[in-house]
């Protein structure tokens, strides 16, 4: 009997508060990015989904691209193999390549695509190889080499985005269906690559033109050194962030990617709580922002 304790005209207030930013944002394109540490449990996950397709139903256009690097932990665990990370990037043998599709473009990939249909949308899954979507080029030694590394490490099959053919996004948003995009991208040659998902999702906002960026995550946003959150940095103040060691491992890539993407185009960048029940509706919906705005200047 939870519900009987919510003030019912504080329920109505909510919802119509919504009213302006479901029309600032009908008809626009949000990238949200799905990390492995905000898939918790089963309620989250399951509300994230619906979340989701209410963004849908009231004609906003939600592009999922997840990721589901402890999922891929705990697989390769199972299977007695080890991984590596270089600056929160996962060195990516053949085998491991074989673990990585299998987990994302698989278990993960079809997890959220039935949980949003449950909750009454039509979610397709993806991977960058359907429609040729993300064109991938393998990382060289020198690109993920740290400055603390005295050699050079051969990342395997891990790649960045070359490009991005959105044909098949684009298809698929006009048909009012939601796209869910796993991280893993195609070579040339037709040989995978395990791509850092925020990564993807970062090149995706821009490609598409989103309106915004929300990369969902295991922190409350991004904090400084004494654990306070931090919001409306600029560039200039990131790249500080970065020097000093405030930013550091899965962070990194986060934020370089919603920095290019804000330099790509993208109105704004958010670093967001995934942890917290209906954070993208709190972050989108209401008028309590969430998390670490990222912006241009
Ligand atoms: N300044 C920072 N603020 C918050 N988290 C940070 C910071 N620097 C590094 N991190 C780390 O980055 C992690 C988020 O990146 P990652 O584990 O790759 O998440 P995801 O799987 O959601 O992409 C945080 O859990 C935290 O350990
Ligand atoms: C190259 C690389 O590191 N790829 C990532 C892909 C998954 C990912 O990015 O998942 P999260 O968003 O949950 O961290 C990996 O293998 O873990």
């Known amino acids: 009997m939870e519900n009987n304790k919510i003030d019912p005209i504080q329920t109505a207030h909510v919802l119509s508060e919504a009213l302006p930013y479901i029309q600032k944002f009908s008809g ?46 705990r697989h390769l665990e199972k299977l007695g193999m080890k991984s590596q990370f270089v600056d929160g990037i996962r060195v990516t043998d053949s085998d491991t390549m074989d673990v990585v599709e299998m987990v994302l473009g698989g278990l993960v990939n079809k997890e959220i695509v039935s949980l949003i249909n449950q909750h009454g949308g039509s979610a397709v899954g993806l991977t960058g190889k359907d429609g040729d979507l993300i064109r991938a080029k393998k990382i060289s030694s020198k690109e993920a080499a740290t400055e603390e590394a005295s050699e050079l490490i051969d990342m395997g099959h891990v790649g960045h985005v070359d490009s991005i ?12 269906f939601i796209p869910v995009i796993a991280p893993i991208g195609v070579g040339k040659d037709g040989a995978s690559y395990n791509i850092n998902a925020d990564l993807v999702a970062g090149k995706m906002a821009e490609i598409l033109s989103a309106e915004k960026l929300l990369l969902l995550t295991n922190t409350s946003g991004l904090l400084s050194k004494e654990g306070e959150l931090l919001t409306g940095l600029s560039i200039d103040e990131v790249n500080k962030l970065i020097d000093d060691g405030t930013i550091f491992g899965g962070m990194l890539p986060k934020i370089r ?41």
């Open 165 to 176: 053919d959105s044909a098949v996004v684009d298809m698929l948003v006009q048909g009012d």
């Open 257 to 297: 990617c919603a920095m290019d993407a804000l330099n790509g185009g993208v109105n704004s960048a958010h670093i967001i709580d995934g942890r917290v029940p209906h954070v993208v509706l709190l972050e989108l919906l209401t008028d309590k922002g969430m998390g670490t705005l990222l912006v241009r200047s």
């Open 28 to 73: 626009k394109t949000i990238v949200i990015k799905y990390g492995g540490n905000a898939m918790v449990d089963e309620d989250l996950k399951s509300g994230f989904a619906r979340d989701i397709v209410l963004l849908k139903q009231v004609g906003l256009n939600p592009v999922v691209v997840h990721g589901g690097g402890p999922q891929i932990g």
